[in-house]
């Protein structure tokens, strides 16, 4: 079946713009997760949903970063009034019980 | 606050010879531990978890609560191990699901 799917797979934005990242779980996994993969390091967790209720947003670094997965199901991340540190590569993963299912990333280039 | 750290950034080894990829971690409870992997063009994928005691790929991994560590072993390299290594944490009985990664290890098995 299909996997996580995420898009754009690239973005490129002028510092100061808005971007909104997608991600389609795979069809029944109840939780959802968004990290943010800088260059050279791990990927750091930055909120999860279970269904449509974001139970933790405690890894978002800044009020410009938002999450919402209004239908329990495609969650969208925006990102208000970009800025160079927000250049990375942004992970969804989705879960029904234990292991996490990654998508391929968007990555993100602020100029 | 839980951590997980992976001391070296790159390991390279010959074909044939045995790899031990190191990972330590701090977490004031229970943890989950887990190694994903991430091929070259290809998305992290989950590569075995400590609870599953199982050996993957030839890979296993054993979690030493007085060490903290998690390291990843395999006796004979094959080149198409080579790829990026994570380790990561998740902690158990409430909290966030969401996982701690270290920065990881580029793996390079050399013919």
């Known amino acids: 079946g299909a996997g996580v799917s995420q898009s754009p797979r690239y973005k490129v934005a002028k510092r100061g713009q808005d971007v909104a990242l997608r991600c389609d779980p795979i069809?029944?996994?109840?939780?959802l997760f968004w990290y943010q993969q800088a260059l050279g390091q791990g990927p750091e967790f930055l909120t999860y949903?279970?269904?449509?209720?974001?139970?933790?947003k405690s890894g978002l670094p800044s009020d410009r970063f938002f999450a919402e997965r209004p239908e329990g199901s495609v969650s969208t991340l925006k990102i208000q009034r970009t800025q160079q540190e927000d250049s990375a590569v942004y992970l969804c993963?989705?879960?029904?019980?234990?292991?996490?299912?990654f998508g391929p990333g968007t990555r993100l280039t602020v100029l | 606050a839980q951590r997980v750290t992976q001391p070296e950034k790159l390991l390279s080894v010959f074909k044939g010879a045995p790899v031990e990829l190191k990972c330590n971690y701090s977490?004031?409870?229970?943890?989950?531990l887990f190694w994903y992997v991430q091929y070259s063009r290809q998305r992290l994928q989950l590569l075995l978890r400590h609870i599953s005691r199982e050996s993957i790929k030839g890979f296993t991994a054993d979690l030493n609560k007085g060490e903290t560590s998690f390291h990843l072993k395999k006796p004979f390299a094959q080149e198409e191990d080579s790829a990026m290594y994570y380790c990561?944490?998740?902690?158990?009985?409430?909290?966030?699901?969401?996982?701690?990664f270290g920065k990881g290890t580029h793996l390079i098995i050399q013919p």
């Open positions: 993963a989705s879960s029904s019980i234990g292991e996490q299912f």
């Open positions: 949903f279970q269904n449509e209720a974001q139970l933790d």
């Open positions: 990561a944490l998740r902690g158990l009985g409430g909290g966030a699901d969401g996982l701690t």
């Open positions: 977490y004031s409870g229970s943890p989950e």
């Open positions: 069809s029944g996994h109840v939780s």
